[in-house]
């Protein structure tokens, strides 16, 4: 509260766990609106994910095509996973990259964050580019159903985008690599 007992606004009242999994907490905060009133609000807190984009030395990408349960479609995408509470972002990419894609890189590099699910969730996504890549074998989780094309960033690009329904999380990614690399061309 303020000194003249006027709450802040937007100030957290309360905050209820309603349901908790490994990855997600479904919450309720009890909150202060914008008028002063008290509101409820309803989101998804988890601690975010991360994507990378691995690129090999003669331009080409790997993209998996990956089973998405709650959609009932494939979808071409980056290799992207969820992190845990207190994870670093690029100890996460690391492993995504090996167990999705089967590939461990030499190089990293950020390339920037954005906010997924905004309004509905805290995630934040982290983004990624991966080089000087070496393959291993996948080491996929019983929940993943992933199978890889290596292919020009163009055509990877082209194809991402040309998905009847699309995964954005990959989609933002692109545009973040494309902000860097217009950024190297213009030092």
Known sequence: MSEHGERSTFQR???EVLVENHWHRYCLDRYVRRDGSEGLYYYIDMPGSVGVIPLFEDGTTLLCRQRRYLLGVHLWEFPIG?????????????????EEAGLVAGDWLR????APYKG???ERCHFYLARDLTVVAQALEPEEDIT???LPLAEARER???QELGDGQSWCGLLLLERHLARAAAS
């Not at 969820?82 to 090996?98: H, S, T």
């Not at 390339?111 to 954005?114: E, N, P």
């Open 13 to 15: 009242l309360s905050r």
């Open 82 to 98: 969820g992190m845990e509470e207190g994870a670093d972002p690029l100890d996460v990419g690391k492993r995504e990259l090996r």
């Open 111 to 114: 390339l920037g964050c954005f």
């Open 120 to 122: 509905v969730s805290n």
């Open 148 to 150: 890889l094309e290596r």
């Open 160 to 162: 991402l985008l040309a």
